[in-house]
């Protein structure tokens, strides 16, 4: 069926955010650099099955070839169900995804959010960043707009409200992701009765 996928750094808070969308309990927490098999579940609303794809980067304690292969793992599962993915969701942290883009950046390397980002619309996918942890930051537009420009999106970031969707799962407070998401699906509803 129609699939929504989530894919992030590890701790970005992606089990939280997927728990807050579904009422499923998700595992938070757990013990990074297990990989897992990605995890369907329903989201009922909608009636599209939820995707949560390993977390990736840096977990103290895995060593470098481990972390590698889950990203590849992660980035095959995409390219192999592209045609049944209606939307990919990129969830980073918003309180350190720019200090971690510009290490990368920085030290020659692509940074991963980047890479996965530029990977997902290279593919096909329409794409939401879901910038989460927003209860943590005080300069919610700097830090957006800082976003935007690591991704190569033109400030201000209030023009990619399709694809910036600033949240806090912790919180509670999602509406702009899933505002973000049903834009996309209706768009695609939309395409296919033209
Ligand atoms: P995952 O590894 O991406 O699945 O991350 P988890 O969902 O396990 O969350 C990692 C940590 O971030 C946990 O301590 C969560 O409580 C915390 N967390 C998740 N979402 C938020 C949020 O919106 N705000 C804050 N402040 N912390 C969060």
């Avoid at 499923?24 to 990989?35: L, S």
């Avoid at 060593?63 to 939307?87: C, G, M, N, W």
């Avoid at 940074?111 to 930051?137: Q, S, W």
């Amino acid at each position: 069926g129609a699939e929504i996928v989530f894919c992030g750094r590890s701790n970005v808070g992606k089990s939280t955010l997927l728990r807050e969308l579904t009422g499923h309990d998700f595992q938070t927490g757990q013990k990074p650099g297990v990989t897992r098999s990605p995890g369907h579940y329903d989201w009922n609303p909608e009636d599209f099955v939820l995707t949560d794809l390993p977390g990736f980067g840096f977990m103290s304690g895995v060593p470098d070839e481990d972390r590698e292969r889950i990203k590849t793992d992660v980035v095959q599962y995409i390219e192999t169900h592209a045609e049944k993915i209606l939307v990919g969701v990129l969830v980073i942290d918003g309180k350190s995804a720019v200090d971690i883009i510009d290490r990368h950046t920085e030290r020659g390397d692509i940074p991963h959010d980047v890479e996965l980002f530029d990977f997902l619309r290279d593919v096909g996918i329409p794409t939401v960043v879901a910038v989460n942890k927003m209860d943590k930051v005080d300069d919610r537009d700097e830090r957006l707009n800082a976003i935007c420009e690591r991704l190569g999106l033109p400030s201000p970031w209030q023009q990619w409200q399709d694809t910036i969707a600033p949240v806090s799962a912790k919180r509670g407070s999602i509406g702009p992701l899933t505002d973000a998401i049903g834009s996309h699906l209706h768009e695609q509803k939309r395409d296919d009765l033209l």
